[in-house]
């Protein structure tokens, strides 16, 4: 290496004007909380020597399966693999998925080295089946490197990590998929303008968000990049989603009223994560990446397995992705103008209500379980039909022709478990919303004040009931709902009283009020604050029903 540590692989002109080596040159702490706060901080940013020390150190640390591939593993087979071919010439890997290799600021021996330790990678993990993300990473380790085989042994340690809590780098199809799943349920929480703009603009709304990793492992200049993997060595994969959610939250705001580059909005926001240096630092990036309170890492890890069941429930498997779900059947797809039919809404609201379930059930297609016009003014008959469906959709129309409803994520049978009491179900996915006369979503107070509580330990086997379909009567299926209320320490259960329902009247929402209240002939209903989705009162406070309708959730391959 030359006296500023960069090595024969790394173009010094261009790094002189990305990463300059002016910080210190030691890090002493070996706390955690200390380590994260300086990764945070960008202590070893400014030093190029620094990181590289840093990265040896933590990679170092990453707990591995016994049997890693090292550097002399290296050594012994790159002359078999490459053979007589140039390093320019060498074919990618198949798990990168046609993914190139960034330049970040290498010179033509340096990405020649990137595509020999891919190939090598590739002959030591055979069940690495599906990785774009791993060419930036590899191009990234190398400025770092004293040698290819150095390189290779850091990549192979990420990609050996078996501590179950520490996901580090998807590496099937399956886990890819539901990480965009999870990043698009993810942004339906937390950028909520920005998801609805990208609802309005893009038919298929999860292949913009299938691109959220390409945006990080690829499109982010260098010395942003950088930065991201400075505290994604130390925190984990959590962080990608922070900073994937800063930069749609950016995407949004520069964007927001003005029209669109071109009429594809996945490659305007591709543009604008490549220039992104024209809007906002590395700094102020990290910063609003961490300003976003999200669920806890056990949260996230029920919501990704989750999204893998029902990934998985539609045929996905590890190593298969050319199947149907990777078109995904959402909003435009999934409510059909022509066999939509409701007396309450129609296809622009039906779709726009799509727009904000789970995204492992906007795969489903709307199906009308009870009309009131049909089947009558029963709560019993209500019950009847939507009993063995999860989750159900509830729509009302007032006889003053405004409309409301809520998203209720639990089997309406788990009333029974109450011995003919009214007592509270469901989870925090539960929301409420209105219509008419304007459109507003209230979710679970939680998500946006998680300052009211403080998440308890979670088992480890779990995940929610299957979508799309009746509910299963393996009891292992029925722990630890993603949101269930009994992760987190509530202050009181008022703000998890989610939905009730009993012989005379069905209540959805509770503490300090009711966001709906229904009798049991489905005649009248009242509406207010409640402190489980701190909601405005959704129509007229005290109101007649004109129709009720709930909606289940369709698997369209059952149809």
């Not at 298969?320 to 103008?337: D, E, G, I, N, T």
């Not at 489903?364 to 009847?384: A, E, I, M």
């Not at 509580?453 to 379909?469: A, D, N, Q």
């Not at 069905?506 to 489905?522: H, S």
Request: aromatic content about 10%; hydrophobic content about 40%.
């Amino acid at each position: 290496m030359d006296s500023l540590g960069y090595n024969c692989f790394v173009d010094r002109d261009k790094m002189d004007a990305t990463i300059q080596d002016l910080g210190p040159k030691e890090l002493s702490c070996t706390e955690l909380q200390e380590l994260k706060q300086l990764a945070r901080q960008g202590y070893w940013a400014r030093s190029y020597t620094l990181r590289g020390k840093v990265y040896q150190r933590l990679i170092r640390d990453i707990p591995c399966r016994t049997v890693t591939p090292d550097a002399s593993v290296y050594s012994d087979i790159v002359g078999k693999i490459v053979g007589k071919h140039s390093s320019g010439s060498l074919p990618l890997p198949e798990f990168v998925d046609n993914t190139q290799v960034p330049s970040y600021c290498l010179n033509t021996r340096g990405e020649g080295a990137v595509r020999k330790i891919l190939l090598c990678i590739a002959n030591q993990f055979p069940d690495v089946s599906f990785c774009p993300a791993l060419p930036a990473v590899v191009a990234l380790l190398l400025h770092y490197s004293i040698d290819e085989a150095e390189c290779f042994e850091k990549a192979c340690r990420i990609l050996a990590c078996n501590d179950p809590s520490k996901k580090l780098i998807d590496q099937s199809f399956l886990a890819f998929e539901s990480s965009c799943m999870t990043f698009g349920d993810l942004v339906n929480k937390y950028c909520q303008a920005a998801h609805k703009l990208m609802v309005a603009v893009s038919e298929d709304v999860l292949q913009v968000y299938a691109d959220w990793q390409r945006w990080l492992f690829g499109e982010l200049p260098l010395n942003y990049f950088a930065r991201v993997f400075d505290v994604f060595l130390v925190e984990g994969y959590k962080v990608l989603y922070r900073v994937a959610l800063a930069i749609l939250k950016f995407f949004h705001k520069v964007r927001a009223g003005q029209p669109l580059e071109s009429d594809n909005v996945k490659q305007d926001i591709r543009t604008f994560v490549k220039d992104i240096a024209k809007t906002v630092s590395p700094e102020k990036l990290l910063e609003k990446a961490f300003a976003i309170r999200l669920f806890s890492r056990k949260e996230i890890q029920l919501l990704q397995m989750a999204n893998e069941k029902a990934l998985k429930q539609k045929g996905i498997t590890v190593k298969q992705k050319s199947v149907s779900l990777s078109k995904r059947q959402f909003v435009h797809l999934a409510v059909h103008a022509e066999n939509f039919h409701s007396e309450i809404v129609g296809v622009k609201e039906m779709r726009d209500i799509w727009s904000w379930v789970p995204e492992r059930f906007a795969l489903c297609q709307p199906l009308l379980l009870f009309s009131s016009l049909q089947h009558g003014y029963s709560l019993t008959r209500f019950y009847f039909q939507c009993e063995g469906h999860e989750p159900t959709l509830l729509l009302i129309k007032t006889t003053q022709k405004e409309v409301c409803g809520a998203y209720l994520s639990t089997d309406w049978s788990e009333r029974n478990k109450f011995g003919g009491k009214l007592g509270f179900f469901g989870t925090g996915e539960c929301f409420v919303f209105r219509l008419q006369p304007e459109v507003q979503r209230y979710e679970w107070v939680v998500i946006k004040h998680p300052e009211l509580t403080k998440p308890v330990s979670l088992e480890s086997t779990t995940i929610l009931s299957s979508p799309c379909r009746s509910l299963s009567s393996d009891p292992a299926d029925r722990l630890s709902p993603f949101l269930a209320a009994r992760h987190f320490n509530l202050p009181s259960k008022t703000e998890s009283l989610f939905m009730a329902g009993g012989n005379d009247c069905l209540i959805i929402g509770g503490g300090g009020g009711q966001a709906l209240y229904i009798d049991g002939d489905l005649n009248r209903g009242r509406t207010g604050h409640c402190d489980t989705f701190n909601n405005q009162p959704l129509c007229s406070e005290n109101f007649l029903i004109a129709a009720v309708e709930a909606w289940g959730f369709q698997d369209p391959d059952t149809q």
